[in-house]
């Protein structure tokens, strides 16, 4: 009688280890797919978020410097002398311009996004 309990409570004991390690596998095949799936698509997001800042920003840069150069072709009395200044303010007002604007638009979609 002693060996049948023997056996009954080391296999219950095996069946309990067994669903404790099933557990444990499943909570952890559940925290793999609800933390490294996610990450790797914000991954993604934030990646494409960095290249398109680089472009916009080389945009502005590259835009920027032709109308400077524009202003100072075109408007030859505030290019040279005691004015020459003004042409560096206009397109820092330019700039200014252009990235308050953006910014508002940032806003305007975190605040359409909560």
């Not at 042409?87 to 605040?111: D, H, N, Q």
Request: glycine letters at 8%.
């Amino acid at each position: 009688m002693a060996d049948r309990e023997r056996t009954t409570f080391s296999s219950a004991k095996k069946s309990d280890i067994g669903q404790v390690e099933e557990i444990i596998d499943l909570v952890k095949a559940y925290a793999t797919q609800e933390t490294v799936g996610p990450l790797k698509g914000i991954g993604r997001r934030i990646g494409w978020g960095l290249a398109g800042a680089l472009a916009l920003s080389m945009g502005l840069f590259f835009l920027s410097l032709g109308l400077l150069r524009l202003v100072q072709v075109k408007i030859p009395r505030i290019s040279h002398g005691a004015w020459s200044w003004v042409p560096y303010v206009m397109i820092f007002a330019f700039c200014t311009l252009v990235t308050a604007f953006a910014l508002s638009r940032i806003s305007k979609l975190e605040k359409e996004l909560n």
